[in-house]
Nanobody, 118 residues
Framework: QVQLVESGGGLVQSGGSLRLSCAASGRLSNINFMAWYRQAPGSRREQVASITESGYTHYSAFVKGRFTISRDSAKNTVYLQMNNLEPEDTGVYYC????????????WGRGTQVTVSS
């Protein structure tokens, strides 16, 4: 089992910044992919950014250039630096960890609320 705990959410004005953290613990040896998702009220959960074990990163078009995903392997922590936040970025941000597809391991954190005021 893998446990994921998010932190760093809060209330920020439009144009501001936040850094989210996702601390992972447990049996991490089979995890090779981590990502941040978000879900706004009444909307589907959508992927924001991802990072592979080899360090390859991918961003959704709506955050590219504003958000940066990174990781500290020594601390088993993944970060999401969010700059130039917009009210549309408001939502609950979830950390996700997955094993290679054939192993079918998918884990989620409980989420952290991000609210951007205009």
């Amino acid at each position: 089992q893998v446990q994921l705990v998010e932190s760093g959410g809060g209330l920020v004005q439009s144009g501001g910044s936040l850094r989210l953290s996702c601390a992972a613990s447990g049996r991490l040896s089979n995890i090779n992919f981590m990502a941040w998702y978000r879900q706004a009220p009444g909307s589907r959960r959508e992927q924001v950014a991802s990072i592979t074990e080899s360090g390859y990163t991918h961003y959704s078009a709506f955050v590219k250039g504003r958000f940066t995903i990174s990781r500290d392997s020594a601390k088993n922590t993944v970060y999401l630096q969010m700059n130039n936040l917009e009210p549309e970025d408001t939502g609950v941000y979830y950390c996700n960890a997955e094993s290679p597809p054939g192993d079918h391991e998918v884990y989620w954190g409980r989420g952290t609320q991000v609210t951007v005021s205009s």
